[in-house]
Structure formats: C-alpha cells, structure tokens
C-alpha cells in the first residue's frame, strides 16, 4: 500500500480522536500517504478527501468526538452510492481504506471490499462494547466511566430523599455498560438484554432490599433491555409499591462525549498503530483488535456475525454484593 484513507463513521465515540491520530503519525513513519474522509462514507461520495500529515491531528489526543466528523449516510447503502465512492477512491490513487467505526460500518467496509477490491481494515470505535475480535471497543471504558460518575450523582439525591432510582445507560443491544456501571455504583439490579428479566425478579429484589434495611435503591437499566422501556418499569413498580418515590434518569448522549480516558487513549493508539500496519503486511477485510493486550486480526465478517459474552461471574457478583 502506497496511498490510504481514514474515516471515522457511524455513532462518535471518545478516543477517535486518538485512533485517528496513531493512523496518520503511523502512515507519515512508513512514508504512507494519508488522507482524511470527512463525515463517513458520505465523504467518499462526495469526494471530501483531505491530505494529513503528522501536524494535522496535533492536540487532538486529549479531543472527545471526532474532528473528522461522523455520519450515518443512507446513499453508501446503495449500489450508486458505492460506486460513487468508489470512483473517487480510484481517481485519487487510495489503495486502502482504514474504518474507524462500529458494526455498520464494518458491514458497510466488508461490502465495498467484496464489490470493489479495495482493501479495507476496521478499527472499533463505539461505547457499546459489542464488537467481536477485541476484548474493549475504542471509547467503552470513558462511557463506562461517565455513566459511573453520573450514577454516583444520583445516588446522593436517591439517599437523601429515600427514592428509587431507574437510570437507562447506552449500550444499544448490548449490557457492557449496564452490568459495569451496575457493578460499580452498587445497583440493586441491572437489567440487561442478555439476561432473561421479569418483573417479578425485580419485585423480589425490592422485598430484600426493603428486608435488608435498605431506603433506596438504584436500578440500572441498558437501553437494549426487553422487559419493557424505563418508563414502564417505573410504572409498573409504583403500582406493587405505592409507597416508594421512584423517578427515571436517562443518562442519554453524555456518555457519547468527554475527552477520552488513559485507556481509550493507550488502546486507540495501539489499534490505529495496528491498522496500518496490517495494511502494510497486506492483510484485508479484517479488524485489528486487542485481546488479553495482544494485537489481534479478525476477519471483518467474523467480528460482525460474533458477540462477545457478559460475563455471567460478573453477574452474579453484582447480585450478591448489592444487597
Ligand atoms: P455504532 O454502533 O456506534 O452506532 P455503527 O458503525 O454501527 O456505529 P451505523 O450507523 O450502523 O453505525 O453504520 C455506519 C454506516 O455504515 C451507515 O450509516 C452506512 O453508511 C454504513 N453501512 C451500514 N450498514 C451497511 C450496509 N449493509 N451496506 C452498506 N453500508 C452500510
């Protein structure tokens, strides 16, 4: 590879910033040439390539977002929209395509590789933490972490008032975020999609906290859950326990934002690192991944098909230390 190309794509994520950055220092070290897509795959379409240099993405480490910008674009989901893209890539000489994004966009990469050739690599970008081929996507652990914060804020005002708290967190299909906030800020239960739920489980769970001497409580709940949405499970809480004060929190897009943690930035830097690196040794159609702190590749359709597993240990010990 002579020529490559980065975008950032699909929902932003804290530490893009930071892969961005390890892409194009690590291209300039291997006389590469870079350039910035800006907005996804609508700037292939639209033929917004810009040419950067190692001086190009300086202070942005620190940076939450992307300064690449991010869409969702409809028309690469199109036959036309591809080819569009495609053009452009050939008319500027663009051999290979790194992805900084999650599972759409590397549905997204693996079909553009299919059709056209070009060879692409993915890079996880998204606080959801539900990519296979690498133990933590780029921006999971700063998520993780605001949620916390903001959870613990409410765990002041739920004390003193003797409230019972249900907080949604992100995490889209997955409970990454739920179980390890849950965990970290001593729930009484976390409601995650993975696990099968009920109402009646929850109800329990209330009768041995009140039991236990507790005066309130917190629930955590991943946006993905089943059981029904917040609302309805605060609801349906008031009627079997008239007497408790609850109130709903959505924690919303503040856990997409922030300058990254000491971990997004250390594992963005070593993911952009391994993107092009890999391009180098000539691999395709792949993510580059870290697991158990070794750079891993996996093929791009396994990391879409898989789903890493919550860890049902970790379950488990939430339930017994929240009570
Ligand atoms: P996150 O999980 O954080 O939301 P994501 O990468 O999964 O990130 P998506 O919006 O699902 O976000 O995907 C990003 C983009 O990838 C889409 O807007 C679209 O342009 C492209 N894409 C997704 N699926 C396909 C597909 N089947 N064919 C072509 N392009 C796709």
Same mark, same amino acid.
């Not at 569009?84 to 759409?104: F, P, Q, R, S, T």
């Not at 079909?111 to 780029?138: A, L």
């Given at each position: 590879?002579?020529?490559?190309?980065?975008?950032?794509?699909?929902?932003?994520?804290?530490?893009?910033?930071?892969?961005?950055?390890?892409?194009? @220092?690590? *291209? $300039?070290?291997? +006389?590469? &040439?870079?350039?910035?897509?800006?907005? /996804?795959?609508? !700037?292939? #379409?639209? =033929? %917004?390539?810009?040419?950067?240099?190692?001086?190009?993405?300086?202070?942005?480490?620190?940076?939450?977002?992307?300064?690449?910008?991010?869409?969702?674009?409809?028309?690469?989901?199109?036959?036309?929209?591809?080819?569009?893209?495609?053009?452009?890539?050939?008319?500027?000489?663009?051999?290979?395509?790194?992805?900084?994004?999650?599972?759409?966009?590397? @549905?997204? *990469? $693996?079909?553009? +590789?299919? &059709?056209?050739?070009?060879?692409?690599? /993915?890079?996880? !970008?998204? #606080?959801? =933490? %539900?990519?296979?081929?690498?133990?933590?996507?780029?921006?999971?652990?700063?998520?993780?972490?605001?949620?916390?914060?903001?959870?613990?804020?409410?765990?002041?005002?739920?004390?003193?008032?003797?409230?019972?708290?249900?907080?949604?967190?992100?995490?889209?299909?997955?409970?990454?975020?739920?179980?390890?906030?849950?965990?970290?800020?001593?729930?009484?239960?976390?409601?995650?999609?993975?696990?099968?739920?009920?109402?009646?489980?929850?109800?329990?769970?209330?009768?041995?906290?009140?039991?236990?001497?507790?005066?309130?409580?917190?629930?955590?709940?991943?946006?993905?859950?089943?059981?029904?949405?917040?609302?309805?499970?605060?609801?349906?809480?008031?009627?079997?326990?008239?007497?408790?004060?609850?109130?709903?929190?959505?924690?919303?897009?503040?856990?997409?934002?922030?300058?990254?943690?000491?971990?997004?930035?250390?594992?963005?830097?070593?993911?952009?690192?391994?993107?092009?690196?890999?391009?180098?040794?000539?691999?395709?159609?792949?993510?580059?991944?870290?697991?158990?702190?070794?750079?891993?590749?996996?093929?791009?359709?396994?990391?879409?098909?898989?789903?890493?597993?919550?860890?049902?240990?970790?379950?488990?010990?939430?339930?017994?230390?929240?009570?």
């Amino acid at each position: 590879v002579k020529k490559i190309a980065v975008f950032t794509s699909g929902g932003d994520a804290p530490g893009m910033n930071a892969a961005l950055r390890a892409v194009v @220092r690590t *291209a $300039n070290h291997y +006389n590469l &040439e870079c350039y910035g897509v800006r907005e /996804g795959y609508n !700037g292939l #379409i639209n =033929n %917004d390539f810009t040419r950067m240099g190692p001086r190009s993405v300086k202070n942005i480490i620190t940076e939450g977002g992307t300064i690449l910008k991010s869409a969702r674009s409809l028309e690469f989901k199109t036959k036309e929209g591809r080819q569009a893209a495609y053009e452009n890539c050939k008319k500027l000489g663009i051999d290979a395509l790194v992805c900084i994004g999650g599972d759409g966009t590397f @549905r997204g *990469a $693996n079909i553009f +590789n299919e &059709e056209f050739g070009i060879k692409v690599i /993915g890079v996880p !970008g998204t #606080i959801d =933490n %539900d990519i296979f081929g690498t133990d933590n996507t780029i921006g999971y652990d700063t998520a993780l972490n605001t949620a916390m914060e903001a959870i613990d804020k409410i765990r002041d005002t739920a004390t003193s008032h003797n409230r019972v708290f249900f907080v949604e967190v992100m995490g889209r299909d997955a409970g990454f975020i739920a179980l390890n906030s849950g965990l970290a800020t001593g729930a009484i239960d976390i409601l995650i999609p993975e696990q099968k739920d009920s109402i009646e489980d929850l109800f329990r769970t209330f009768e041995r906290a009140e039991k236990a001497g507790k005066a309130s409580s917190i629930v955590v709940v991943a946006e993905g859950e089943k059981l029904g949405s917040i609302y309805d499970l605060a609801k349906a809480t008031k009627a079997g326990f008239p007497d408790y004060d609850i109130r709903v929190a959505v924690l919303g897009h503040i856990q997409r934002g922030g300058s990254p943690s000491c971990a997004d930035r250390v594992l963005a830097s070593q993911l952009g690192y391994a993107a092009v690196v890999g391009l180098m040794e000539g691999r395709t159609n792949v993510m580059a991944g870290l697991k158990s702190n070794q750079i891993v590749y996996t093929p791009i359709e396994e990391a879409i098909k898989k789903h890493n597993e919550i860890d049902p240990g970790l379950l488990k010990i939430s339930e017994i230390l929240a009570i």
